[in-house]
């Protein structure tokens, strides 16, 4: 699972900027430290899972995370809050 994880976290993260129309300059991959700090403030956080169904059948789930495939990104960015850090995965 790490593995797969360190190689869609970029991609996602990419992909979830360009949908919401950021510059990749507020783009960041997160350390394991920098993860675990945030894991300890869940109010200021959003975890996003952007993976279809199929992968998430695939690998599993991770708890806490909301599910939005890219696929469906755009069309529900509202679900999205605006004044979180948003992790995606």
Same mark, same amino acid.
């Given at each position: 699972?790490?593995? $797969?994880?360190?190689?869609?976290?970029?991609?996602?993260? &990419?992909? $979830?900027?360009?949908?919401?129309?950021?510059?990749?300059?507020?783009?960041?991959? &997160?350390?394991?430290?920098?993860?675990?700090?945030?894991? =300890?403030?869940?109010?200021?956080?959003? $975890?996003?899972?952007?993976? =279809?169904?199929?992968?998430? =059948?695939?690998?599993?789930?991770?708890?806490?995370?909301?599910?939005?495939?890219?696929?469906?990104?755009?069309?529900?960015?509202?679900?999205?809050?605006?004044?979180?850090?948003?992790?995606?995965?």
């Amino acid at each position: 699972m790490r593995a $797969f994880c360190r190689a869609c976290i970029p991609a996602s993260v &990419l992909a $979830f900027a360009f949908a919401c129309g950021q510059p990749a300059a507020r783009v960041k991959q &997160l350390s394991a430290d920098e993860l675990a700090k945030l894991l =300890e403030q869940p109010d200021k956080v959003f $975890f996003l899972d952007v993976r =279809e169904p199929y992968e998430i =059948e695939m690998r599993g789930s991770v708890k806490g995370y909301v599910n939005i495939p890219l696929s469906q990104l755009p069309a529900r960015l509202g679900e999205v809050p605006k004044n979180k850090v948003i992790v995606t995965l």
